[in-house]
């Protein structure tokens, strides 16, 4: 994935190749740690859900991998107060 792609939102390269009803996506720059890979945290915003959802996936995910993660996604339970507050 290029530099752009990571900086840019993905919703709408996710709806047109992917049929994902995004509302938004993000993801973030690479995150380096002491220890194992590299990551980036992808978050997403559905349309008929507006509650934000996060993954962490590998730093080289492509595009399709993290649309593959986001259709395969089983959100948990909600702690706390709603994303609107």
């Not at 994935?1 to 900086?7: P, T």
């Not at 994902?20 to 890979?37: I, K, M, N």
């Not at 996060?54 to 492509?62: G, N, S, W």
Request: glycine letters at 4%.
């Amino acid at each position: 994935m290029s530099a752009n792609a990571s900086s840019r939102n993905l919703a709408s390269e996710m709806k047109s190749q992917h049929s994902l009803a995004l509302h938004e996506c993000r993801l973030s720059a690479p995150f380096d740690q002491p220890f194992g890979p590299p990551y980036r945290l992808v978050e997403w915003v559905l349309k008929n859900d507006r509650c934000i959802q996060r993954r962490v996936v590998p730093a080289d995910c492509t595009t399709s991998q993290i649309a593959d993660v986001l259709r395969t996604h089983v959100p948990g339970r909600r702690y706390g107060p709603a994303d609107n507050d």
